[in-house]
């Protein structure tokens, strides 16, 4: 059986997937401009900044700035449906691991929509909390993303993404140059990928009780 809401937990996976896919360069090319000369200029912003300058054009470096990041703050709150969800799916395995990842997760997720919240409406007061949320969040999908290798019924390359969220957290910050929207970036993407799964689990599902029914 897969629950309605499960559907509605894939859908809002995939919505904060994307909506933090699309605004990592743009969140980040904003952050280089409102504050100049704080950290190395990656090799990608000249191209990057060029091709988005009229979404930059809207107000003030730092307004834009700040805009972006209230913005981006709901992605946390938007994986968090999927987050129960997956953890739905373990409901008859009895894994330790999935266990300690899905606690790991949700404290991942609410401590780094509390310190992006605080560090775009109060002048960068959650930026460490923001940090360790992100970290945490990393560390709990990855563990996920092991225990959920181990259901035969799970897609293999969903489980995948989410066992490369820790390493691509420190990848992505190092290659993108901000946070929260590089380290987060590997995160995104896997639950995007865990959104399509549930998704596309609910058809089959729905298929399944239409040949019952019939």
Not at 80 to 92: F, G, K
Not at 143 to 168: D, E, F, K, M, V
């Amino acid at each position: 059986m897969h629950p309605r809401w499960m559907t509605w937990a894939g859908v809002s996976a995939v919505v904060g997937g994307v909506l933090a896919v699309l605004l990592t360069f743009p969140f980040a090319t904003a952050y280089f401009r409102a504050y100049p000369g704080f950290d190395a200029i990656p090799a990608w912003l000249p191209v990057i900044q060029r091709a988005i300058r009229p979404i930059m054009s809207f107000g003030a470096p730092i307004v834009v700035y700040n805009t972006f990041g209230r913005v981006y703050n709901l992605v946390y709150l938007l994986l968090l449906p999927s987050t129960v969800a997956l953890h739905r799916v373990h409901r008859d395995a009895n894994s330790g691991l999935e266990k300690w990842g899905y606690r790991l997760t949700i404290l991942g997720l609410i401590a780094a929509a509390i310190g992006v919240a605080g560090d775009y409406w109060a002048n960068g007061l959650g930026f460490p909390l923001e940090v360790v949320g992100i970290i945490v969040l990393s560390l709990g999908s990855t563990a996920n993303g092991i225990a959920l290798l181990r259901i035969r019924t799970w897609p293999a390359w969903s489980s995948w993404l989410l066992i490369l969220c820790l390493p691509g957290c420190f990848i992505f910050v190092a290659l993108i140059g901000h946070v929260p929207s590089g380290p987060t970036l590997q995160v995104a993407v896997a639950y995007l990928g865990a959104g399509f799964a549930l998704i596309n689990r609910s058809v089959k599902s729905t298929d399944v009780d239409d040949l019952r029914a019939a």
